[in-house]
């Protein structure tokens, strides 16, 4: 490999930007053809780990724990760098400097890759056939370095010790040595031969370009391409569908024309011949890993992502594009000639057509499952999120009827008409779905055993029961399910889903009342915690199933930032109706003001994907989910769809979201 050099220096901006979360520092640089993400965590587990958007690819560095927590320092000032491999070839990334407080370390793997490769390594020590590095020694650095497995332009790592020297132990493990009496310096450098994506430049996102938080600008601004939104960083700097939907909708007040078209436009690029929404897709090493040939492998498996394309589109066309640009992009030609309109159209005729078999005969057997041998369908999309639920409350008692009644209103508005023929029953199945389909999620607990079970659950947790047990009633508590399973019977989990019918339907106000009232008493009676709204209780559930759902786990009793911004904009859409009683309103005001509150305590982490806790000195604190936390899993420091709250804001004229 060549020399490594400073990338010369162009009139273009430059996005740089530092989020400490726990014991990980996170570094991100986006500088001409660079974008990345550095993560230095300390801890037990001590790490350096570099993630680019190119390929999705990631270059990582464990080392070997020691008796005490090691930490990292520096960093804070990345550089954008570029060399070539032994054959010429161009590979682009990141330089930093940095501190460790150890005379030494000892490097117990080097994974270069895909991110995806690195993030089956991370929980598992997996890792396919083929990934050998070539490893180079020199007095005072170490450099590891592969091709992908096709042969082209793979990555890269440097370790430079400054202040000492590389050597290895009697196992032939690399250490990296201090002079005595020093602690190690270091120099490490990251590299990736991928091909960069385009950003949208950041004063071309925002329709006010400097409003709203600062971290949520700039890490809007690092996931923004012309070619699609990245969910996150570091683990999912692709494409998802589901992510990427979601987030236009709660955002789409505040982003420009451009910005909305891009997210669409990835969306409609990757639609199927049949009209269904890719989840996500497999691009670079992971795709050749795959079998396609270097060839993005589009995966399709959930079933929430195809009824989630009608509502973005319908808020954009007929809410905030007005009718002349509407038509205008619409008939714009997509990368392969078709029309978008004509693309929308393939979708909406999918959705017609499986909700139609419901309508044909409304029996639960009808309703949309979880795909045969699949374990996730919907945005709980880890192995336990629907509690081992095959059908999904959200995307049946929600997502469906929303769908079908955005493509009402888009025929309603005769913009559909050059592309998708006329159905005067879509209304009609709208009304079906709604009325018919919530009845098999209902759950019902008696006073007493809610009691028993509330304290119950907060012994298991360790939580003062006291303020739960005050909330409740003499009434029956009922709730929706959080799905059915495999004999349709209710999971009765309590979640957070309630914020998708808020934001995207009219609900009746009983229904209104009784999901509400159950979601927003203090856990474990409801999902209000000191540090937010949880997105799952399974304080109703048996054991088994209770064990799934407890603040270690990714969809469990943790606090999901893009819910709460979700269930916010719920309630001032319907805090906005007028055909509402005086005690629904009441009810979505005091809900409002709670959530609030909770959201504005923690507001330093609302841009992060989740968070967990532990209860402290009678209180709830939060903690960091991911490294060092005793969790399955670990969060992204910057995920698209906790970047809502540039357009969520409180109600209030006088916000204080500025962290």
Not at 168 to 191: S, Y
Not at 387 to 409: D, E, K, Q, T
Not at 538 to 545: E, I, P, R, V
Request: with cysteine; aromatic share 8%.
């Amino acid at each position: 490999m060549e020399q490594i050099h400073p990338l010369p220096s162009t009139d273009e901006p430059v996005l740089r930007f530092s989020l400490p979360e726990g014991q990980v520092a996170n570094e991100f640089l986006r500088e001409g053809p660079v974008a990345a993400h550095l993560l230095l965590t300390s801890g037990m587990e001590p790490r350096l780990l570099a993630a680019f958007p190119a390929g999705n690819s990631a270059t990582g560095l464990w080392f070997k724990p020691d008796a005490a927590p090691l930490s990292w320092s520096g960093a804070g000032q990345l550089q954008a760098v570029q060399s070539r491999d032994g054959q010429g070839r161009p590979l682009y990334g990141v330089g930093a400097d940095l501190g460790a407080d150890r005379n030494r370390l000892t490097v117990s793997a080097a994974v270069l890759s895909s991110a995806r490769v690195l993030r089956d390594y991370q929980h598992d020590g997996r890792l396919p056939l083929g990934m050998h590095n070539a490893v180079h020694f020199s007095a005072d650095s170490v450099r590891w370095s592969r091709d992908r497995i096709d042969g082209s332009v793979g990555y890269a790592i440097v370790l430079q010790v400054l202040n000492g020297s590389v050597s290895t132990d009697a196992h032939g493990c690399i250490m990296l040595c201090a002079a005595p009496g020093q602690t190690l310096r270091l120099r490490l450098t990251a590299l990736t031969g991928e091909t960069a994506l385009r950003p949208l430049p950041a004063d071309q996102l925002l329709r006010a370009p400097e409003a709203g938080a600062w971290r949520a600008r700039q890490s809007l601004a690092f996931l923004s391409y012309r070619d699609k939104l990245l969910a996150g960083s570091w683990r999912f700097n692709t494409y998802f569908g589901r992510d990427t939907l979601m987030s236009l909708l709660l955002l789409m007040p505040a982003l420009t024309p451009q910005a909305i078209e891009a997210g669409l436009l990835s969306v409609l690029g990757r639609l199927d011949p049949q009209g269904a929404v890719a989840h996500e897709e497999d691009i670079g090493e992971w795709a050749l890993l795959h079998g396609s040939g270097g060839a993005p492998v589009y995966d399709y498996k959930m079933v929430d992502d195809d009824f989630m394309l009608a509502p973005a589109a319908m808020a954009y066309l007929l809410e905030h594009a007005g009718a002349p640009e509407a038509a205008r992009w619409l008939a714009e030609p997509g990368a392969l000639g078709e029309p978008h309109g004509a693309a929308l159209a393939r979708n909406f005729r999918r959705v017609r057509r499986l909700a139609s078999a419901y309508a044909r005969q409304p029996d639960v057997a009808n309703l949309i499952h979880l795909r045969p041998g699949q374990l996730t369908g919907d945005w709980r999309d880890s192995a336990d999120g629907l509690g081992g639920g095959v059908v999904s409350y959200n995307v049946n008692a929600i997502l469906v009827p929303a769908a079908l009644r955005a493509i009402a209103a888009l025929q309603a508005s005769g913009l559909l008409a050059p592309y998708l023929e006329p159905d005067a029953a879509v209304g009609t199945l709208a009304q079906l779905w709604e009325t018919r389909v919530p009845a098999y999620f209902a759950v019902r607990r008696d006073a007493a055993a809610v009691r028993d079970n509330v304290r119950r659950c907060a012994g298991e947790l360790g939580v003062d029961p006291a303020p739960a047990l005050a909330s409740l009633d003499d009434e029956e508590l009922c709730f929706s399910a959080i799905a059915l399973d495999a004999q349709h019977l209710p999971v009765p989990v309590l979640h957070s889903d309630l914020g998708f019918a808020l934001l995207l339907q009219q609900p009746p106000a009983d229904l209104i009342e009784r999901e509400l009232r159950a979601i927003m008493r203090p856990f474990p009676a409801g999902l209000m915690t000191g540090v937010g709204l949880v997105v799952a209780n399974g304080a109703h559930a048996d054991a088994a199933l209770r064990a799934l759902f407890g603040p270690d786990r990714y969809h469990g009793a943790v606090v999901w930032s893009w819910q709460q911004a979700l269930l916010a904009a719920g309630l001032a859409r319907q805090l906005a109706r007028t055909d509402l009683p005086a005690a629904t309103r009441a009810l979505l005001a005091a809900a409002q003001d709670t959530l609030w509150a909770a959201i504005q305590a923690t507001q330093a982490q609302s841009n992060s994907e989740l968070w967990s806790w532990t209860w402290e000195d009678g209180e709830y604190r939060m903690r960091p989910f991911g490294p060092g936390a005793a969790t399955a899993d670990e969060a992204n420091a910057v995920q698209l769809w906790s970047t809502v709250y540039l357009a969520v804001q409180p109600p209030a004229a006088a916000s204080t979201m500025s962290a």
